[in-house]
């Protein structure tokens, strides 16, 4: 028989059983003996550079608290290290840390990779069962026995502590984990966010940036040095530039160019080169330098994700790569909030829900806002102040920063197609906040700044299935800043990429040869101009008409550049015969066959009939003024000329009356550093000495000469005729010697600038002979 076994119950009566229960008590570890080290401190990055950060740091928790590292704001909150990816947050942190250690300056240190509240939970967890010997099988227990032990106690001998927080990825995982205030201990945190959740009392906020030009520059020295590589100063100096001084990205580049052998200026092409798709991840090393877990082209992935998330969700990647074909260091709030703007966030929005457009998915200005206060809120973006006002988001006031990098991160992962899709809604923003009169001179200076930008990142998309107009209104917005040698090249340039990209019959490399001639005229060749503008009209004809708008144009242009050249009167017959043309095609009162109404006046002034032109101009000011209104350009121009035939037919003192009420009119529209407002005041002052008041003329001329020194610089053809005229009202006025010393001055400029055949030379060697004859026998 077997032995008794057990079968389980059954349905007869049992007897007792003794059973045994076992109880299974924790034997407390041992407690770790002081000084101890809980967690892994970041090795040293190779070539570390010393920061004014780190003193700022070490002043700042010189006496307990806590410090959060972070993003430079315009005005500095004090004390948690936070800021963007990438600018060495961790490593200042790791230095600190590693100081204090050394030094014996903490009993207990404590490093948590705080990135959620699961790492935070378990790091303090490790600290509990370390140093107090907690029970290891419940970690969340042991991480509240340890936060409970940092507090400050009556003992005799207190220990003295640091935690470092690294990397918070979320604020709220440190809801109820921050450690306490204490005489005895120091908190260090990290991180990327600017939520005012983390920078509460007791809490010093430290700004971390990006490397300084030289920290930048002296970092890639010493980093391609060790593996025995030297390049010319200045490459290096461009390249760190070109990588925004950003020490993820130099670290990155140094490793690359070292194991590939390439050197700076060829790394540079490489970073620059978007013909070829390039994208950071291929110009990051295969092995990542300092035990560093992103590339360049990841290491923002996490943060946008994040802030993708914050409300009003699914705008902030949208907005970023908006952001992303921008100028970085200035991109107007009114932009990226323009109507453009909204519609292309709209369509990613309701693309990215798999939904059809409709009244609740509209984004307004409050979303655009919202989005780039998420942007701001994860230092993706640098903004105003962490609170956009609705007048800077609708109107034209505030900026926002985006790093380069990070933005060509961001345009790395868009598809062709996407590309295509923001760098045009990117346009048509700048576009739709172009103002008409551009009374707003730093305003059309950041425009400009904006689509060079947007230029340099997205040719290939501007330029397909046309030219985008953007890029036309910025080369006008240069000539008619007074910048007429840089609206020269650029359509120079913009002649060579409608060219290559679209053709040289397309419309669009017509219209850009016509604007390139018509400065070409405006930095003195107007015989070149006219000859290009001849070849022009050639292939027009051929390719669009005779009657066609753009033909009717070139035409105008034409004649106004050949009277330039001195053939008035030829350009006066062409102008007859062009009115009549677009009389017949436009009407007598579209803008076009108004202004060759206009040119023809001037044609007939320069041909000796200063009468008869002044009579033409008064008619056409009458029609203007009830076409277009008393304030528009046009109007106001007009109203420039007929001022100017009035002093030629000998009326002096109404010509200098009509250009005085101009000249208020041209202040309150367009401003006071307009060019037409520096023509004006520059005819006024003429006519002024041409009345007899030859001081108040040179006067004027001085303080003309001031501003447009300023505005338009010494070299421009304005500022140069300025001087020509201040030096021969100065002679008017009594002063030959001065006189004479101001043209020697200016022939020394003109002879540089325009060279010995030009004819405003020929004319201030004359000048200059009459005054020094006039001081010699004065």
């Not at 970073?271 to 082209?297: E, I, Y």
């Not at 709030?333 to 309701?350: F, H």
């Not at 798999?354 to 701001?376: F, K, M, P, Y």
């Not at 209104?629 to 030629?648: K, M, Q, S, V, W």
Request: net charge negative; hydrophobic share 40%.
């Amino acid at each position: 028989m077997a032995g008794d076994t057990y079968n389980g119950p059954t349905g007869g009566q049992h007897g007792d059983h003794n059973t045994q229960h076992n109880h299974f008590h924790h034997t407390p570890s041992a407690r770790a003996a002081w000084p101890h080290q809980v967690g892994v401190i970041p090795p040293r990055a190779e070539c570390f550079q010393n920061r004014a950060e780190a003193t700022r740091l070490r002043q700042a928790l010189a006496g307990g608290g806590t410090a959060v590292v972070g993003q430079p704001q315009a005005a500095p909150v004090g004390g948690v290290l936070a800021g963007m990816g990438g600018v060495g947050k961790t490593q200042l942190a790791a230095d600190y840390a590693r100081t204090a250690w050394s030094a014996s300056e903490v009993d207990v240190l404590v490093w948590i990779t705080a990135s959620d509240s699961t790492a935070v939970t378990s790091g303090y967890g490790q600290a509990g069962i370390e140093v107090l010997g907690a029970d290891p099988a419940a970690p969340e227990a042991a991480a509240r026995q340890f936060l409970a032990w940092l507090e400050p106690k009556n003992e005799s001998k207190s220990c003295r502590w640091l935690v470092v927080l690294d990397d918070i990825g979320d604020p709220s995982a440190l809801n109820g984990w921050w450690p306490p205030s204490s005489p005895y201990g120091r908190t260090l945190a990290t991180t990327r966010r600017r939520d005012a959740a983390l920078f509460g009392v007791g809490r010093r906020r430290i700004e971390v940036g990006e490397f300084t030009a030289v920290e930048a520059a002296d970092y890639l020295t010493e980093a391609l040095a060790v593996h025995g590589r030297t390049e010319p100063p200045d490459d290096i100096t461009a390249l760190a530039h070109d990588l925004g001084c950003l020490p993820l990205a130099l670290s990155q580049a140094a490793a690359y160019m070292i194991d590939s052998g390439t050197r700076c200026a060829a790394y540079r092409i490489l970073l620059a080169d978007r013909t070829r798709a390039r994208t950071l991840a291929d110009l990051s090393p295969d092995v990542l330098p300092d035990g560093q877990r992103h590339t360049m082209a990841a290491a923002w992935s996490l943060s946008i994700d994040y802030a993708d998330r914050l409300r009003p969700a699914g705008l902030a990647r949208p907005m970023l790569q908006l952001a992303a074909f921008l100028d970085p260091n200035n991109i107007p709030i009114s932009v990226l909030a323009s109507q453009p703007a909204l519609d292309y966030l709209t369509a990613c929005r309701t693309a990215d829900r798999g939904l059809e457009a409709s009244a609740d998915q509209v984004v307004s200005t409050d979303d655009a806002g919202g989005a780039l206060r998420a942007l701001h809120r994860l230092s993706l973006l640098q903004t105003p102040a962490t609170d956009i006002s609705a007048e800077k988001v609708s109107g034209s006031g505030g900026s926002v920063q985006s790093h380069q990098i990070i933005q060509h991160a961001t345009r790395d992962a868009l598809t062709p197609d996407q590309s295509q899709q923001t760098a045009h809604a990117a346009a048509d923003a700048l576009l739709a906040v172009w103002p008409d009169v551009e009374r707003d001179t730093a305003l059309s200076a950041v425009l400009r700044a904006n689509t060079t930008a947007l230029l340099s990142t997205a040719q290939n998309e501007l330029l397909q299935p046309d030219a985008h107009e953007v890029l036309f209104a910025a080369g006008q917005s240069l000539g008619n800043s007074g910048q007429i040698a840089a609206a020269h090249d650029f359509f120079t340039q913009l002649h060579h990429l409608t060219t290559q990209h679209l053709g040289p019959d397309h419309p669009d490399t017509l219209t850009t040869r016509n604007n390139l001639a018509a400065w070409r005229g405006a930095v003195g060749d107007a015989t070149g101009a006219a000859t290009a503008l001849g070849e022009l009209l050639h292939d027009q004809l051929r390719i669009l008409g005779p009657d066609h708008p753009e033909t009717l144009t070139t035409r105008n242009n034409l004649a106004h550049w050949r009277g330039q050249a001195g053939d008035a009167t030829g350009a006066a017959t062409a102008l007859e015969e062009l009115l009549n043309d677009r009389l017949r095609i436009l009407g007598p009162d579209h803008p076009h066959t108004l202004t060759t109404r206009g040119n023809l006046a001037y044609c007939r002034g320069e041909a000796g009939d200063a009468t008869g032109a002044a009579t033409a101009f008064e008619e056409l000011l009458n029609d203007r003024l009830r076409i277009l209104g008393p304030d528009h350009p046009n109007t106001l121009t007009t109203r420039h000329n007929l001022a100017h035939l009035r002093g030629e037919a000998g009326d002096a003192t109404g010509a200098a009356t009509a250009y005085e009420e101009l000249l208020n009119d041209r202040l309150r529209i367009l401003g006071p550093d307009h060019p037409h407002t520096l023509a004006t005041r520059h005819n006024l002052a003429a006519w002024r000495g041409a009345v007899g008041d030859a001081t108040g003329a040179a006067t004027a001329f001085e303080e003309l000469l001031h501003d447009q020194l300023r505005i338009l610089g010494p070299d421009h053809p304005h500022t140069l005729t300025t001087r020509n005229n201040l030096a021969h009202w100065r002679g008017q006025a009594g002063d030959a010697t001065g006189a004479a010393t101001a043209y020697e001055e200016l022939l020394s400029d003109l002879l540089r600038v325009l060279g010995p055949d030009h004819p405003d030379t020929f004319t201030t060697r004359s000048s200059l002979a009459y005054w020094r004859g006039s001081a010699e026998t004065g």
